[in-house]
């Protein structure tokens, strides 16, 4: 081949490799179109570990999309007041909400279980629930009704019972006491005379501060202590027997979640599962740390009676029988639920439980 036949070659080749690159470059756009979603959080920002859930999820789309999806959190009340997420989401105001579920209980009784229900679920077995048995695909049956799907995005761990301004030792103690309490734990703490009042997190201090209300729950340690409430309650009550292990979601617009590409879809999920677990190890690694502050600082530790257990056990018992009477789509989920938690309580109290206690002991004896 002579030297000048070579490079007209060569040159058609090169022509050739630009022009289906030229060609390749709309079909990579479209493939990888460019989306910008916001999502509001129905937390402060100041709550790094619940309302970083939202900055993990919008992190890891981002890096996964190479920054063709782009989710950008806003702080409740930035967009709309915290307890207005899912309702901005369903209307289409937003794309995306990160948020607990039971927030939402007034619309219907089955957004409760899809954050926790009193004596439910602990995170161990809301995950296990959720990814492997038939949570997820329940729950989004439902959500579907309300324009939206939801997944995973965050779990706090069992929660604490709330601070109290006063002992609550019998029954007669809860009687009158007005307390901040979200989802069907209310209706439970009705039931044995507390007055169940729904006010979001940032407004809980003042509503505390003012005697608005006599005791609040929330979190526990590390959140608790950021937001102050020992400095006007003194009493730390526990367990949070009403938030074993609750989700806190992502929503997104039904019609918004149908239209990415599947990539895109997969890679939302994706974030929302490592938000899922991300959230809870630092609830894990910084609530003991918060805890032993807290106590410095005057907390007083007390656990709930037995007595008291006992009668909300009863009385949430009573309550989910009620709503299954009239709810499809509760009793439904509910009774998936139940004999999912039956079957999974008997396996973890063989060795999950036995090891726990056994360390327990080793650490309350100075062994660790």
């Not at 003042?206 to 400095?231: N, R």
């Not at 974030?271 to 630092?282: E, G, Q, V």
């Not at 609530?287 to 709930?304: D, H, M, S």
């Amino acid at each position: 081949m002579d030297r000048r036949s070579f490079f007209k070659k060569a040159g058609t080749a090169g022509a050739g490799a630009v022009a289906a690159t030229a060609l390749a470059a709309p079909a990579i756009a479209q493939e990888n179109p460019k989306i910008a979603w916001r999502m509001t959080s129905s937390f402060p920002k100041s709550l790094d570990t619940i309302y970083g859930g939202a900055e993990d999820i919008a992190k890891h789309v981002a890096a996964a999309t190479d920054g063709n999806f782009t989710i950008q959190p806003f702080a409740a009340g930035e967009i709309v007041p915290g307890l207005q997420a899912v309702d901005a989401v369903a209307a289409g105001t937003v794309e995306a909400a990160h948020t607990t579920s039971y927030y939402f209980v007034g619309k219907d009784p089955t957004y409760a279980i899809g954050t926790a229900i009193p004596f439910g679920l602990n995170s161990r077995l809301t995950n296990a629930w959720y990814y492997e048995g038939n949570g997820n695909k329940l729950m989004n049956e439902f959500y579907a009704t309300q324009g939206m799907y939801a997944l995973p995005a965050g779990n706090t761990g069992a929660q604490m019972g709330g601070w109290f301004r006063k002992e609550i030792n019998t029954l007669d103690d809860l009687k009158g006491v007005k307390m901040r309490i979200a989802g069907l734990a209310g209706r439970v703490m009705e039931k044995v005379g507390v007055i169940p009042q729904q006010i979001a997190g940032g407004d809980i201090y003042p509503a505390l501060e003012k005697g608005t209300i006599d005791a609040a729950e929330f979190v526990g340690p590390y959140d608790d202590l950021k937001l102050g409430f020992h400095k006007v309650a003194k009493y730390y009550y526990y367990p949070g027997w009403w938030e074993g292990g609750p989700t806190v979601h992502g929503f997104f617009n039904l019609e918004k979640w149908s239209s990415l590409p599947k990539h895109y879809q997969a890679a939302l999920t994706d974030a929302c599962a490592f938000a899922n677990t991300n959230m809870l190890a630092k609830y894990d690694t910084k609530n003991p740390t918060a805890l032993k502050q807290l106590v410095a600082e005057g907390a007083t530790l007390r656990p709930f009676s037995q007595e008291i257990m006992e009668a909300c056990f009863q009385a949430a018992t009573g309550i989910y029988s009620e709503i299954s009477g009239t709810n499809q789509y509760f009793k439904k989920i509910y009774d998936d639920q139940t004999a999912f938690k039956r079957d999974a309580y008997l396996w973890m109290q063989l060795s999950e439980y036995t090891f726990d206690t056994f360390m327990m002991i080793q650490q309350r004896a100075g062994k660790l």
